[in-house]
């Protein structure tokens, strides 16, 4: 029998892996997970529970936003926005911990609630026993970051986790860190909070994945629909306590430009960083230094141990962690054959829950400038979230969308979206891209006006420019 250990398997990562392998006939698992309540990052301090509290903070925008409707707009109940949360946390943890011990219930599964630590290349400890391994998936997970900005150990900061469990918020908040986290959370502060925000953006404009025409219509949409600052080109240098209790930031800009920022509470959303603490693979010849793990999800110094998920490194969000979870099932199963190990490879799908998910962003492959620099020859075309009525007709006009097709062939090559429902456009646009469809032979149906018209404004854009 092939004996299999994965460390972390109430995760998401882990949770895929061990449901590839538990079915299999010669395959013993070892499933070790010590989470309290257990669920994994997504479930219980990520993007569930955080779309949770997003939602709250749409709904009163969205009244607010709409000038047909009178009177004061209602306020954000913080404490059963976040009752709700924790009970739905709990359901969704639960239904994730009753998977794992289905799977246990298997012969030649078996789950240990306990830590576990490497004692060498083959053995893991937990739960006072040894596990000796042919295999080893670690999965770990992430950790908050927390940046190492002079001045920090001095001051009392929120992360994400701390928002999303708030019942009460100060007037005004400094934050650090504007990526996927800080543009999901900052609009939330402003809206169900009703906080004044200063948001350190170090580059020109946030969603650095994004063509510049994106990021700078999420900085317009931010600033003009709540109270935030967003100054860019701008970097953290110190912090310190004020006398008042609340918080001071010394920036400098990129023309060599200084200033301060005071507010009530700074916010940490400096990403997250793998959690390798305590993993013992300073007992293993396993080094994490660099690439520490192949595109095979096999770690390089070690081909029988392997890393998915946020431990890696590589592609901190879900539907990536659970994809390549399976490819390292599917690879322990090919070197088991005797045979070659396969590359994960995907098709780029991210999105942002930006502007309270009302105007959230999406892209599925190649941006224009990711397609530029790949040395692809291409057509694009872009469209107002405005220019269609039903955006109109909707109250939400604000945003754009942008296709990007190969100039020879007529390839799909990519798509971007910063508009309201941008988030279930990407599905549709994964399936166009990962088949390769030509932009030419994308069906043009009449149907009842929705959202999707703007779609086809832009495939009818692209086929006009193939055409000429």
Same mark, same amino acid.
């Given at each position: ?303 029988? %141990? #392997?890393?998915?998920?946020? =431990?890696?490194?590589? &592609?901190?969000?879900?539907?990536? +962690?659970?994809?390549?979870? !399976? @490819? /390292? ?28 998910? %009302? #105007?959230?962003?999406?892209? =599925?492959?190649?941006? &224009?400038?990711?397609?530029?620099? +790949?040395?692809?020859?291409? !057509? @694009? /075309? ?49 399936? !166009? ?36």
């Amino acid at each position: 029998m092939t004996h299999v250990v994965i460390i972390g398997a109430y995760g998401s990562a882990g949770a895929a892996v061990a449901g590839e392998l538990a079915p299999l006939d010669g395959i013993d698992l070892t499933l070790i997970d010590d989470g309290e309540p257990g669920g994994g990052l997504c479930i219980l301090k990520g993007c569930m529970p955080s779309k949770e509290v997003l939602s709250a903070g749409a709904h009163r925008f969205q009244a607010r936003h709409d000038e047909r409707l009178v009177g004061d707009p209602p306020a954000v109940d913080l404490e059963a926005t976040v009752e709700r949360k924790d009970d739905n946390v709990l359901g969704w943890a639960k239904h994730r911990r009753e998977g794992i011990h289905d799977l246990a219930d298997r012969e030649g599964v078996e789950f240990v609630h306990a830590t576990a630590e490497f004692v060498d290349d083959h053995t893991v400890r937990a739960g006072g026993r040894t596990f000796d391994a042919d295999y080893i998936v670690v999965a770990t997970g992430s950790t908050v970051n927390v940046p190492d900005t002079p001045g920090i150990e001095d001051i009392d900061y929120m992360t994400s986790a701390d928002v999303l469990d708030a019942t009460e918020l100060p007037d005004s908040g400094l934050v650090l860190g504007f990526g996927y986290i800080g543009m999901e959370l900052v609009p939330y502060l402003a809206e169900a909070g009703g906080m004044d925000l200063t948001v350190v953006e170090h580059d020109a404009r946030p969603i650095d994945e994004a063509d510049p025409e994106f990021g700078d219509a999420a900085r317009e949409i931010y600033e003009e629909n709540w109270d935030i600052e967003i100054p860019t080109n701008c970097h953290e240098q110190r912090l310190e306590p004020t006398d008042d209790g609340g918080v001071r930031l010394y920036v400098e800009f990129d023309d060599g430009r200084e200033a301060s920022y005071e507010a009530d509470q700074l916010f940490c959303f400096t990403g997250r960083r793998p959690t390798l603490d305590g993993l013992g693979l300073e007992r293993t010849g396993i080094s994490t230094e660099g690439e520490w793990v192949r595109e095979t999800m096999q770690t390089v110094d070690a081909d029988h %141990v #392997y890393a998915v998920g946020d =431990v890696n490194g590589k &592609e901190p969000i879900l539907h990536v +962690a659970k994809e390549q979870g !399976v @490819t /390292a099932a599917e690879n322990i199963r090919r070197q088991e054959a005797g045979a070659e190990t396969q590359p994960y490879e995907n098709v780029h799908h991210h999105v942002i829950f930006s502007g309270l998910g %009302v #105007y959230p962003f999406a892209r =599925v492959g190649h941006s &224009e400038a990711s397609a530029r620099a +790949a040395g692809l020859e291409v !057509v @694009t /075309a872009t469209r107002q979230a405005g220019d269609d009525g039903v955006f109109k007709s909707k109250d939400v006009p604000e945003g754009l969308a942008k296709l990007v097709v190969d100039a020879g062939d007529g390839t799909v090559l990519g798509w971007q979206g910063l508009h309201y429902h941008a988030d279930t456009f990407a599905k549709t646009l994964q399936v !166009v891209v990962e088949l390769g469809l030509d932009v030419r032979e994308i069906p043009d149906r009449a149907y009842h006006p929705t959202l999707p018209e703007n779609l086809d404004g832009l495939v009818q854009d692209c086929v006009t420019q193939l055409a000429e």
